[in-house]
Antibody, heavy 119, light 107 residues
Framework: EVQLVETGGAVIQPGGSLRLSCAASGFSVGSDYMNWVRQTPGKGLEWVSLIYGDITTYYADSVKGRFTISRDISKNAVYLQMNTLRGEDTAVYYC?????????????WGQGTQVTVST | DIQMTQSPSTLSASVGDRVTMTCRASQYVSSWLAWYQQKPGKAPKLLIYAASSLKSGVPSRFSGSGSGTEFTLTISSLQPDDFATYYCQQYNRYSWTFGPGTKVEIK
């Protein structure tokens, strides 16, 4: 059974850094397409980043240059390093695995972790 | 980015009602469209992909249709467990984008 567990959310000051972790089980993160998606009451659901294959990565324009997605196959985990955080980065962050039957379909979601950027 | 819109934003209905909601894309996305259900405090769950393919285990009262830029999600007979918010998502090209959601509430 696929399971995704996010950790690392916190209250952080603007300009600060935070690393989110996603522990995966039931599959190998090295063989799948892994995303981070965030959600706010105001902006709704927003795709953030994707990693797959030989460390191919994509980012939303809103986080490009500030966020870095990575993975550790030995730990079967995916990470999101977030730097220069802004108030608009406040959100619940979900780790999401794409479905094996069709690229882009977000078939498995973690429970989410809250990131609050505030003084 | 491809912009997604959904209507209505809120839908009031009773158990047993047939409900339909619409999703529109700002550009052509073929059939690369998925629907998700989300309940308060929980992560979204996949219901439909490729515009009309039901994910295994999802009740058959859910159905999707459409292609190109206009799509619909229909619940043929609303059940108590279906009161939730529904989101559409295009995956035609990066970055994936979502609609703002349709909340189905009890009438």
């Amino acid at each position: 059974e696929v399971q995704l567990v996010e950790t690392g959310g916190a209250v952080i000051q603007p300009g600060g850094s935070l690393r989110l972790s996603c522990a995966a089980s039931g599959f190998s993160v090295g063989s799948d397409y892994m995303n981070w998606v965030r959600q706010t009451p105001g902006k709704g659901l927003e795709w953030v980043s994707l990693i797959y294959g030989d460390i191919t990565t994509y980012y939303a324009d809103s986080v490009k240059g500030r966020f870095t997605i990575s993975r550790d196959i030995s730990k079967n985990a995916v990470y999101l390093q977030m730097n220069t955080l802004r108030g608009e980065d406040t959100a619940v962050y979900y780790c999401v695995k794409e479905s094996s039957f069709q690229r882009g379909v977000l078939g498995h979601w973690g429970q989410g972790t809250q990131v609050t950027v505030s003084t | 980015d491809i912009q997604m819109t959904q209507s209505p934003s809120t839908l009031s209905a009773s158990v047993g009602d047939r409900v339909t909601m619409t999703c529109r894309a700002s550009q052509y996305v073929s059939s690369w469209l998925a629907w998700y259900q989300q309940k308060p405090g929980k992560a979204p769950k996949l219901l439909i992909y490729a515009a009309s393919s039901l994910k295994s285990g999802v009740p058959s009262r859910f159905s999707g249709s459409g292609s190109g830029t206009e799509f619909t999600l229909t619940i043929s007979s609303l059940q108590p467990d279906d009161f939730a918010t529904y989101y559409c998502q295009q995956y035609n090209r990066y970055s994936w984008t979502f609609g703002p959601g349709t909340k189905v509430e009890i009438k």
